[in-house]
């Protein structure tokens, strides 16, 4: 388990949020999926909901997003995009909405009095993110320039994957989609959430008007489920190994 008060280290995945057309459904989703506490977020907020376990916070829920910015700073200079220019959220911190080369998105967070999760790697909480494209040697190029990551190497035969490396301690995944992958299948940031039994969770998870993405499979990290809530946003849930 791990907690967390102050900024997490530049480069680092802090936060993860859905934005989606009802809040208020997307709210009884994941209450009952993960048992979260989501107390709706006000007009002035556009509706954001923070989501809490155990007193920490552990993700959002949102509205989906305007239209889109103007590229600029590292990410147009790597040959990405800008879909929200930086923004503040109250005194909370400052944030923007950006695209990779390949098409996936994702968000970036300067904290200020929300640090990002304040739990993570414990049931119910954040515990992996992973990158997958057609592009794997372009995109690790993209991030780099960005966040100047280093990169630990994990490729084999038939697969090219490697760590995301921040002061040396691994902070997410990048890889590419094997051989036979669908063309409609984009590009794509997954956000793994830990849970203690993952098929309980992934049968909850239709029960509540979800769906199966991809068949459980058991890996060396852990026994893996990709689902998607009741408004199509996808996700995995993990269950690692017991120690």
Aim: one cysteine or more.
């Amino acid at each position: 388990m791990v907690t967390r008060d102050t900024r997490w280290p530049v480069g680092t995945p802090c936060w993860v949020d859905v934005s989606v057309d009802d809040i208020p459904k997307a709210i009884t989703f994941y209450e009952a999926l993960f048992g979260w506490d989501i107390p709706a977020g006000g007009p002035e907020v556009g509706g954001y909901s923070i989501a809490h376990l155990n007193g920490r916070i552990v993700a959002a829920i949102g509205p989906k997003m305007g239209p889109p910015g103007t590229p600029s700073a590292k990410i147009k200079g790597a040959g990405g995009q800008l879909l929200a220019e930086p923004m503040d959220v109250m005194s909370e911190g400052r944030m923007a909405i950006a695209m990779d080369p390949a098409g996936a998105a994702f968000g970036l967070w300067q904290g200020a009095n929300t640090a990002g999760v304040g739990l993570a790697n414990e049931p119910g909480s954040l515990s992996w993110n992973e990158h997958m494209s057609r592009d794997f040697e372009g995109s690790k190029a993209f991030y780099q320039a960005v966040f100047g990551y280093d990169y630990q190497d994990m490729s084999g035969d038939g697969f090219k994957y490697a760590m995301l490396m921040v002061d040396g301690h691994e902070v997410g995944g990048i890889g590419e989609y094997p051989a036979g992958t669908p063309e409609q299948v984009p590009a794509a940031w997954t956000a793994y959430l830990q849970v203690a039994d993952v098929d309980a969770a992934v049968a909850k998870v239709t029960e509540l008007g979800g769906s199966v993405v991809r068949p459980l499979q058991d890996t060396p990290y852990g026994r893996i489920g990709v689902v998607a809530d009741n408004h199509g946003a996808s996700f995995a849930l993990i269950t690692p190994p017991a120690a």
